[in-house]
């Protein structure tokens, strides 16, 4: 079983930054790719920023130009730079790993809070 513990949430001003922490029970290498993904109240989780076991990132246009993921590999750990934060980026951000062998599947973290005050 594989576990994902977010960490770095918190309450920040418009304009602050928050860098938030995914550390991985086993090798990250080993995912096909990790995420983060975000759920405001009352919306469906969705997409941030993702990172494949080769260094691929894609970004949801909404963040991109300010938040910046990334990987290390010797810390089993994925990180979320945000920068420029505003009211919009509020919701629980959630750790996502994939696998693709044997079979494809999905581990979640438990989430971290994000509140942005204007």
């Known amino acids: 079983q594989v576990q994902l513990v977010e960490s770095g949430g918190g309450l920040v001003q418009a304009g602050g930054s928050l860098r938030l922490s995914c550390a991985a029970s086993?090798?990250?290498?080993?995912?096909?790719?990790m995420g983060w993904y975000r759920q405001a109240p009352g919306k469906q989780r969705d997409l941030v920023a993702s990172?494949?076991?080769?260094?691929?990132?894609d970004y949801a246009d909404s963040v991109k130009g300010r938040f910046t993921i990334s990987r290390d590999n010797a810390e089993n750990t994925i990180y979320l730079q945000m920068n420029s934060l505003n009211a919009e980026d509020t919701g629980v951000y959630y750790c996502?790993?994939?696998?693709?062998?044997?079979?494809?599947?999905?581990?979640w973290g438990q989430g971290t809070q994000v509140t942005v005050s204007s």
């Open positions: 996502n790993a994939e696998v693709k062998f044997p079979r494809p599947n999905y581990y």
């Open positions: 086993r090798r990250i290498f080993t995912f096909a790719s």
């Open positions: 990172i494949t076991n080769n260094g691929s990132t």
